[in-house]
T-cell receptor
Framework: AQSVTQLGSHVSVSEGALVLLRCNYS??????LFWYVQYPNQGLQLLLK??????LVKGINGFEAEFKKSETSFHLTKPSAHMSDAAEYFC??????????????FGSGTQLTVLP | DTGVSQNPRHKITKRGQNVTFRCDPI?????LYWYRQTLGQGPEFLTY????????KSRLLSDRFSAERPKGSFSTLEIQRTEQGDSAMYLC???????????FGSGTRLTVV
C-alpha cells in the first residue's frame, strides 16, 4: 500500500524567503509523485510531477521538487516566496503497473502562509 | 479545452435526502475519477471510470453512493439517505489513458444539516 506524509500542516515564510514543503512517501513499487496546489474553494492544480528520468523536476510558478529514492522524499521548493503562493499544497503518490487506474493517494496537505 | 466542470458548486441538504452531483470532463479525456475531500485532509479516491465502465471503487463508497457515466461522457455521483458525515467537497478529475495529466474540477461542496 502506498502512503504520503507531509511534515508540517502549516508553514509560514516571509515574502522573498525560501519555501520548503516536505513530503515523504511509502510505496512498494517505483512511485510516480506529484505536487498539487489548492486555493480556497477551488479544485487542485498540478504544480509538477515525477514519473521517470531526471530526479529534479521543475514545475509552474517557479516551484521545483527533487525525487530522492534513498530518503523516500519529494520535497517542494521555491527560491523566493510571493504573496500569491499562499495556498494549500498536497503531495500525492501513484503506483502504476501498466493498465492500472492510477489513482492518487494524497497527503493531508500543508497550508502555506506568506508574510509581507 | 474548457476544463472539468462540476455542478452544483454548493449543495445544502437535510439529513436523509438524496443528492446528485454532475461532472463534465474534458471532452477527449476517457478516464474520470471521483474524490472526496473533508476539511483539513487531502482528497480520497472514491471511484474511477474508463469510458462508460466503472472499473474501480473504494471501500469508502458505501452502498448509499452510486456513480454513473453513461456513454462515457459526463458522470453523476448520487448519495442516497445523506448523513452528516457525508459533508465534504466532492472533486471530479479527468485524464487521458496512459497520461498522468489529471485535471480537477472546482468541486461540489456538500453540507448535510
Amino acid at each position: 500500500a502506498q502512503s504520503v506524509t507531509q511534515l508540517g500542516s502549516h508553514v509560514s515564510v516571509s515574502e522573498g524567503a525560501l519555501v520548503l514543503l516536505r513530503c515523504n512517501y511509502s510505496s512498494s513499487v517505483p512511485p510516480y509523485l506529484f505536487w498539487y496546489v489548492q486555493y480556497p474553494n477551488q479544485g487542485l492544480q498540478l504544480l509538477l510531477k515525477y514519473t521517470t528520468g531526471a530526479t529534479l523536476v521543475k514545475g509552474i510558478n517557479g516551484f521545483e521538487a527533487e525525487f530522492k529514492k534513498s530518503e523516500t522524499s519529494f520535497h517542494l521548493t521555491k527560491p523566493s516566496a510571493h504573496m500569491s503562493d499562499a495556498a494549500e499544497y498536497f503531495c500525492a503518490v501513484s503506483e502504476s503497473p501498466s493498465g492500472s487506474a492510477r489513482q492518487l493517494t494524497f497527503g493531508s496537505g500543508t497550508q502555506l502562509t506568506v508574510l509581507p | 479545452d474548457t476544463g472539468v466542470s462540476q455542478n452544483p458548486r454548493h449543495k445544502i441538504t437535510k439529513r436523509g435526502q438524496n443528492v446528485t452531483f454532475r461532472c463534465d470532463p474534458i471532452s477527449e479525456h476517457n478516464r474520470l475519477y471521483w474524490y472526496r475531500q473533508t476539511l483539513g485532509q487531502g482528497p480520497e479516491f472514491l471511484t474511477y471510470f474508463q469510458n462508460e465502465a466503472q472499473l474501480e471503487k473504494s471501500r469508502l463508497l458505501s452502498d448509499r453512493f452510486s456513480a454513473e457515466r453513461p456513454k462515457g461522457s459526463f458522470s453523476t455521483l448520487e448519495i442516497q439517505r445523506t448523513e452528516q458525515g457525508d459533508s465534504a467537497m466532492y472533486l471530479c478529475a479527468s485524464s487521458l489513458s496512459q497520461n498522468y495529466g489529471y485535471t480537477f474540477g472546482s468541486g461540489t461542496r456538500l453540507t448535510v444539516v
